[in-house]
């Protein structure tokens, strides 16, 4: 290869590398961390941590295939969805005002998998089970990368 044709192709990678960057930037959406009033905010971390024990005790009973188990804490994490916990009305109207709407989007999309989880295990469909299982967990990390910035950043 000449030297004129390998500095064309090397500018060739990198002009791919950038517009590869470009759309990966465009592609990702923005992490802003959730702006939530202290009672809410300490609502959200209790449910959290109750959600981070529910898995962990989740994936024991699935690899164990302890199906009742598992099904009775799939139907915990698919009903302890931070909307439907007893809030007034104008108290969840306040709420859904609050959170982004795509936050409500992923919150619902992930506690629904809970109940998906719970019918998969009840059906003795233990790898259907464990495939929503790792979906739940994606789900974890994808709404942690968005809303939960500071959480991650901690973990460095
Ligand atoms: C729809 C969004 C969303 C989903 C889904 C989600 N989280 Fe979170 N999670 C958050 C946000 C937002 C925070 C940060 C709260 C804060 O800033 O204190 C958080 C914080 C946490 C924390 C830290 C609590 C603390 O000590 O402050 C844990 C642990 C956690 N999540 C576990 C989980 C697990 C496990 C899953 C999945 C099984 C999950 N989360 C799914 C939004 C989500």
Redesign the pocket.
Known sequence: MTHTRRLASLAGIAAIALLTLQLTARAAPKAR??KLPPEL?AM??KE??L??G??RELLGHIVRGERSAAARIADK?HASFILKRSLSKAQLGQLLRALPKQ?IK??RA?HGDGAKLAKALRARQLTKAASIYAR??R??VS??VR??P??LARGR
């Open positions: 961390a959730l905010a959200l971390k959290m941590l959600l981070d529910g898995m994490v936050f992923q919150d992930f739940m967990v789900a974890c709404c942690h809303f939960a500071g959480l």
